[in-house]
């Protein structure tokens, strides 16, 4: 299924969204997640499904004013 | 002065953007002093992306982070950033912008007092990026705001105060309130007269990190500057009318 990561098309085929960041190579990273605009917390996200067409946003800390 | 129970041991806070390079950003970090460092949060790459790398030398420095929500535009944007920064980087505090207008970057006041009241009912110690305006002041204290941000000017224009009437009538109606100016300078002598308003802190990014010499701006800034050192000319920001706006929400700096 095609889902839209950080902006762009990607393919997944994972199940949740803990597997698709594994997949995607963010295993050991320290980041935040959002699903469709909502804020996912790290323990959710082994029961949170990904459907086709979902917005995944992972993100992680940079610099700020 | 008094943030949520923490009592900053500097006047002033400083922000970790636009820097020459890593290392002059902690050395600024070090010579300006101050013990709060605004952090943001940005898409990361996969496979060791430089976010990683960024937390790490900020965690080195030994300070506490103050998260912001810029570059968000709505209020479900800069919830959703508040969520996962307070996750990401394990403190309550955020600081809350709520863009408004692309140019001056002018808070949307209407959709920071939404923000604030949601993210005020999920636990969250807000430091909202506001104007001078006290109507909305009021209306953010309501929204249980214990710490309000006004701009000295719009970010990253290092004008200075522009409007010190505005600024000081802030200051008379909330004499309890820790009062900070966010934005918008780009001199010691715009912090100085900061200070003989009576406000408690200032918060500076693009005055230090876009000065000739970064490190002997951000000693020119420190409150109580002590002797020795360099005497590097520091150098001021690029004092700017119209900016470039930054990124949106999320999305990596240009």
């Known amino acids: 299924m095609q889902v839209i990561v950080n902006g762009a098309p990607q393919e997944v085929a994972a199940a949740t969204l803990a597997k698709t960041l594994v997949a995607l190579g963010y295993a050991d990273a320290i980041v935040a997640t959002a699903l469709n605009g909502e804020f996912v917390p790290a323990r959710k996200r082994a029961a949170t499904p990904v459907r086709d067409g979902d917005r995944i946003e992972i993100l992680a800390p940079r610099q700020g004013g | ?254």
Request: charged content about 20%; overall charge neutral; hydrophobic content about 45%.
């Open chain 2, 1 to 254: 002065m008094d943030f949520y129970g923490y009592e900053p041991a500097s006047r002033l806070l400083l922000g970790t953007s636009q820097y020459p390079s890593p290392a002059i950003l902690a050395d600024a970090v070090r010579a300006s002093g101050a013990d709060i460092v605004t952090v943001s949060l940005r898409r990361e790459a996969a496979r060791g992306g430089e976010g990683q790398d960024f937390w790490r030398l900020i965690r080195d420095l030994g300070v506490r982070v103050l998260p912001n929500t810029a570059g968000c535009h709505s209020v479900k944007e800069a919830v959703a950033t508040a969520e996962m920064a307070r996750e990401i980087f394990a403190t309550p505090w955020i600081k809350l912008e709520v863009i408004g207008e692309a140019d001056t970057l002018q808070p949307d006041v209407f959709g920071l007092v939404e923000a604030a009241r949601i993210l005020g009912a999920e636990g969250f110690q807000v430091f909202p990026y506001t104007t001078e305006d006290l109507v909305v002041a009021e209306r953010l204290v309501e929204a249980g705001c214990r710490v309000l941000m006004p701009w000295g000017a719009p970010i990253g224009s290092g004008q200075g105060l522009n409007n010190p009437f505005g600024l000081r009538a802030l200051r008379a109606h909330f004499p309890d309130i820790p009062l900070v100016v966010d934005a918008g300078l780009g001199l010691p002598s715009h912090a100085a007269a900061a200070m003989e308003l009576g406000y408690d802190a200032i918060l500076l990014n693009t005055a230090v990190a876009k000065a000739g010499n970064p490190v002997a701006m951000a000693r020119g800034f420190a409150p109580r500057s002590k002797p020795g050192g360099s005497r590097a000319t520091p150098g001021r920001c690029r004092r700017a009318t119209w900016l470039r706006p930054p990124p949106r929400c999320w999305e990596r700096p240009i």
